[in-house]
């Protein structure tokens, strides 16, 4: 594939402006020679057709929701309706400069404002931040809250501690870390849920608390939380609920319930926004009474002249962002959850959990499962024993042979060749049987002709790659050929 780059040949161009059309379209933006470059910068130069047609090339190599299913497990693609994106592209919402000042705004400090009464309400938590910019970043921000409250009570000098299922997701101890915590594992029971008695020996006067990803990574329910709960309160920690993947059980349960004290919400993936790319995102975070005022500032409220951003809080953690938040994605959120309304939400969930399951039992019988039994929006797979010699990377590269972004895969940890699925609420059962249709070939294949999984992929721009060489020497930018 040659860049934009090689196609260009001295004295194309693309646009009909000309020197003169410029000054005269804007006489007044002559620059002083000290701020123009000496060199002209190096561009390409190529016609306007050439221009159009390469990135049109480009975008065709690429593979998005948009094209087919996305069963990537834990991060997945999840429903991102497109009419959710024209309202955030509204000018209206759009025009707004960070600094304008509240009376003018006020419109979209009330859309802040209900966005979070409802995430709220969704997971029954007192007080909401919609400052933090990703998932991590709002987990970051709840473990800087879980600091402050020991601080205040003068006890973090002992608790150290942040307890961590060996099944949470892998952002969690990171999290823990980056605020200061030791990062302590818990291991799972054979059902795939935290086990009470390994909890009840690894809490003491030195936890601070527990981060406990919910459904966690093998997509099964945490069915003995409010027992968790009540065993980290009692050793004075306070818990943490990873609430990234909230379709699972949206409009059913809410963490606030089941004992929790702080979750964090990903609106770029339960709220439709895309998750991936590098962002926008937004990790909304809710607490519970007693550590509103830990919140960051501001914090967006309503008074009877209308609506406010509020700096005042005397034991705020400080800004974890700047400005209010990431407006846009918060624009789709708000937009979401009231085209979907309760019932709506509800059935998110039920979807998912629906999908997830169908995918599971037509591939129980040839893919082992690590976890049987009911999961939630997503399950994990064992690549192993499918085919001579044959690993998960194989089976993965060979999806994109059938035109699939494969799952997740080596993830979580603790599943031996992991390949961790989740189809998404919004698949119908024609795209997951197809799906599973291509697993099936998949594994009939291995067993034929194990070389066929190795070389793959072989459809696609590009062969395998060497993933070591890709991570470690990358190169992210186009340099002119040196040398
Ligand atoms: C995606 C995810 C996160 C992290 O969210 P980012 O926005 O990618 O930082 C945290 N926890 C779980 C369970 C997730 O699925």
């Known amino acids: 594939m040659s860049t934009i780059f090689d196609k260009s040949k001295e004295g194309k161009y693309g646009t009909s402006f000309t020197e003169k ?17 000496s060199e002209d910068p190096l561009l390409p130069q190529v016609s306007q057709p050439e221009l159009v ?67 709220k309400a969704i997971s029954g938590m007192d007080g909401i931040t919609l400052q933090p910019a990703a998932g991590a970043h ?43 915590f030791d990062a302590v594992e818990i291991k799972s029971n054979e059902e795939g ?12 006067e030195e936890t601070a ?39 699972a059980f949206l409009g059913r349960v809410r963490p606030g319930d089941m004992g929790m004290d702080i979750t964090h919400f990903n609106l770029h993936k339960t709220f439709s926004t ?29 008074s009877e002249e209308g609506y406010e951003l509020n700096y005042e809080s005397s034991r705020t953690i400080g800004k974890v962002t700047s400005f209010p938040g990431p407006f846009g994605v918060m624009v789709k959120a708000y937009a979401y959850i009231r085209a979907l309304g309760d019932k709506g939400l509800k059935k998110v969930s039920g979807n998912a959990v629906l999908n997830a399951n169908y995918l599971k039992e037509e ?33 993965a590269k060979r999806l994109l042979d059938y035109g699939y972004h494969p799952p997740t895969v080596y993830f979580p940890l603790i599943v031996k060749e992991a390949l961790m699925v989740e189809p998404t609420e919004t698949e119908t059962k024609e795209a997951l049987d197809e799906f599973v249709q291509a697993l099936l070939n998949i594994a009939e294949e291995a067993e034929k002709d194990p070389d066929l999984l190795h070389q793959a992929p072989t459809s696609t721009p590009v062969g395998r790659l060497d993933e070591t060489k890709a991570a470690r020497e990358p190169i992210l930018r186009w340099r002119e050929k040196e040398e």
């Open 209 to 247: 608390g527990i981060m406990l990803t919910v459904p966690n990574t093998l997509g099964i329910f945490e069915k003995d939380i409010t027992e968790v709960a009540r065993i980290v309160h009692d050793a004075g920690g306070l818990c943490y609920f990873d609430g990234a993947n909230l379709n």
């Open 274 to 302: 895309p998750h991936g790319g590098g962002g926008p995102g937004a990790g909304p975070v809710a607490v519970k009474e007693n550590l509103v005022p830990y919140l960051p500032v501001p914090t967006v409220e309503k």
């Open 53 to 119: 047609r390469h990135y049109t090339k480009l975008s065709k190599k690429n593979y998005g929701v948009d094209d087919g299913l996305y069963p990537l497990g834990s991060c997945t693609m999840k429903h991102n309706p497109k009419p959710m994106e024209d309202l955030a592209k509204n000018s209206r919402f759009q025009a707004h400069h960070p600094l304008v000042s509240e009376e003018l705004v006020q419109g979209n400090l009330e859309l802040m404002y209900d966005l979070g009464e409802d995430l």
């Open 21 to 37: 059309t410029f000054s005269e379209m804007s006489p007044n933006d002559e620059l002083d020679d000290e701020l123009l470059r």
């Open 138 to 180: 709002g987990e970051l921000t709840g473990m800087l809250i879980i600091r402050k409250y020991h601080e205040d009570n003068n006890e973090l000098n002992r608790r150290r501690e942040i307890l961590l299922p060996d099944s949470s997701h892998g952002t969690n101890p990171a999290s823990a870390a980056v605020a200061g």
């Open 363 to 395: 591939l129980k019988n040839t893919y082992k499962v690590a976890y049987e039994g009911l999961c939630k929006h997503e399950f994990v797979l064992s690549g192993t024993d499918i085919g001579e010699g044959v690993k998960t990377v194989d089976i």
């Open 193 to 204: 849920t935290v086990d009470l008695e390994e909890l009840k020996s690894a809490v003491s």
